[in-house]
T-cell receptor, first 118, second 114 residues
Framework: AQTVTQSQPEMSVQEAETVTLSCTYD???????LFWYKQPPSRQMILVIR??????QNATENRFSVNFQKAAKSFSLKISDSQLGDAAMYFC???????????????FGTGTLLAVQP | NAGVTQTPKFRILKIGQSMTLQCAQD?????MYWYRQDPGMGLKLIYY???????DKGEVPNGYNVSRSTTEDFPLRLELAAPSQTSVYFC?????????????FGAGTRLSVL
């Protein structure tokens, strides 16, 4: 079974600085997606960025980028120029790319709570 | 754009009571999911549906039931509520195709069973 591990329960960053959140996963599959979701105090789950395992190029969305190391099964999130609105719980998630049924479920890590200091 | 709508946002139940958590989506997504999030944890799948009339169990289905009579709606039923069901419940939907198949989440329902 696949697992996702986030080893940093809490992180803190100064406004305008850069922070990296860690995520490792375990799977025997070769075809999958990885995601980072943001959960602010409102509880809404917001997709931040996604990465397909077959793509070697690391995904980037504005100030958010990932470092995807497939062999090491590592998927870290880098937030550049941190803003107060980035403060939230961040979840790493895995999804198999096999079509259909419960294989479409997301497997979540336990989250990293990010605080942004002004 | 409504997306995925969950009601109610908060609810307190007494042990043994029953209730239905409502979920509706207006994106014409065939796949719908129910997750629960316990304190300090990630989300775990309770039930999912691949289309109207088709549902199946996820990782933690005990104590819950679902139905899917329409594409839009996917209610979650709690029978005989127990303190272990105190959690935040999220509904999500997605389009069933290979590839990204992004799941869109509702705002959640916070449930306390006392």
């Amino acid at each position: 079974a696949q697992t996702v591990t986030q080893s940093q329960p809490e992180m803190s960053v100064q406004e305008a600085e850069t922070v990296t959140l860690s995520c490792t996963y375990d799977t025997s599959e070769s075809d999958y997606y990885l995601f980072w979701y943001k959960q602010p105090p409102s509880r809404q789950m917001i997709l931040v960025i996604r990465q397909e395992a077959y793509k070697q190029q690391n995904a980037t969305e504005n100030r958010f980028s990932v470092n995807f190391q497939k062999a090491a099964k590592s998927f870290s999130l880098k937030i550049s120029d941190s803003q107060l609105g980035d403060a939230a719980m961040y979840f790493c998630a895995y999804r198999s790319n096999n079509y259909g049924g419960a294989t479409n479920k997301l497997i979540f890590g336990t989250g990293t709570l990010l605080a942004v200091q002004p | 754009n409504a997306g995925v709508t969950q009601t109610p946002k908060f609810r307190i139940l007494k042990i043994g009571q029953s209730m239905t958590l409502q979920c509706a989506q207006d994106m014409n997504h065939n796949y719908m999911y129910w997750y629960r999030q316990d304190p300090g944890m990630g989300l775990k799948l309770i039930y999912y549906s691949v289309g109207a009339g088709i549902t199946d169990k996820g990782e933690v289905p005990n104590g819950y039931n679902v139905s899917r009579s329409t594409t839009e709606d996917f209610p979650l039923r709690l029978e005989l509520a127990a303190p272990s069901q105190t959690s935040v419940y999220f509904c999500a939907s997605s389009y069933p195709a290979r590839g990204e198949n992004i799941q869109y989440f509702g705002a959640g329902t916070r449930l306390s069973v006392l």
